[in-house]
């Protein structure tokens, strides 16, 4: 059984996004043991500077590198990642399936992003879209192509 952390910068408020979540960790969790973490997003003024920025994304690497698991391939989520459909999605996780790897860790970032340094960590960057999300609902998303790969995996109908 595949072993999934997804580490959100941020925590979920709205109800709608709550069920969502809710709703795919239930149907994830005949596939997989999926822990998901929410750790604190560092507050910012209303105009940041660009020094603010980088001090708060700083400290919540910080908090990511200490809640990562050991043996992990880590997956980072940002804009300059890569764009893979969800065919491609699932042949990556796939692949790493058959590493040493224990731990399959997706990061996503608060407001700001990530830190250069979990970038730098990183097995892979992907990408959802060129488009900006919020990042609460990116979690939501993510999680539906998590389920949506397991299911291209096992040739079920609901990709298509």
């Given at each position: 059984?595949?072993?999934?952390?997804?580490?959100?910068?941020?925590?979920?408020?709205?109800?709608?996004y709550i069920e969502a979540s809710g709703e795919y960790l239930k149907r994830l969790?005949?596939?997989?043991?999926?822990?998901?973490?929410?750790?604190?997003?560092?507050?910012?003024?209303?105009n940041p500077s660009q020094a603010q920025i980088d001090t708060a994304l700083a400290?919540?690497?910080?908090?990511?590198?200490?809640?990562?698991?050991?043996?992990?391939?880590?997956?980072?989520?940002?804009?300059?990642?890569?764009?893979?459909?969800?065919?491609?999605?699932?042949?990556?996780?796939?692949?790493?399936?058959?590493?040493?790897?224990?731990?399959?860790?997706?990061?996503?970032?608060?407001?700001?992003?990530?830190?250069?340094?979990?970038?730098?960590?990183?097995?892979?960057?992907?990408?959802?879209?060129?488009?900006?999300?919020?990042?609460?609902?990116?979690?939501?998303?993510?999680?539906?192509?998590?389920?949506?790969?397991?299911?291209?995996?096992?040739g079920t109908k609901y990709h298509k």
């Amino acid at each position: 059984m595949y072993n999934i952390t997804i580490l959100c910068v941020g925590k979920l408020k709205e109800k709608f996004y709550i069920e969502a979540s809710g709703e795919y960790l239930k149907r994830l969790s005949r596939y997989c043991k999926l822990n998901l973490v929410e750790l604190k997003e560092e507050r910012l003024p209303e105009n940041p500077s660009q020094a603010q920025i980088d001090t708060a994304l700083a400290k919540e690497a910080d908090a990511i590198r200490a809640k990562l698991p050991p043996n992990s391939s880590i997956v980072a989520m940002c804009i300059e990642g890569r764009l893979r459909s969800s065919t491609e999605m699932a042949d990556m996780i796939a692949t790493w399936g058959n590493s040493s790897a224990k731990n399959l860790v997706f990061i996503i970032g608060g407001s700001f992003g990530l830190h250069p340094s979990i970038k730098s960590q990183a097995w892979a960057m992907l990408s959802m879209s060129p488009m900006t999300f919020p990042h609460h609902l990116a979690r939501v998303m993510l999680l539906e192509q998590i389920y949506r790969t397991f299911q291209i995996l096992e040739g079920t109908k609901y990709h298509k």
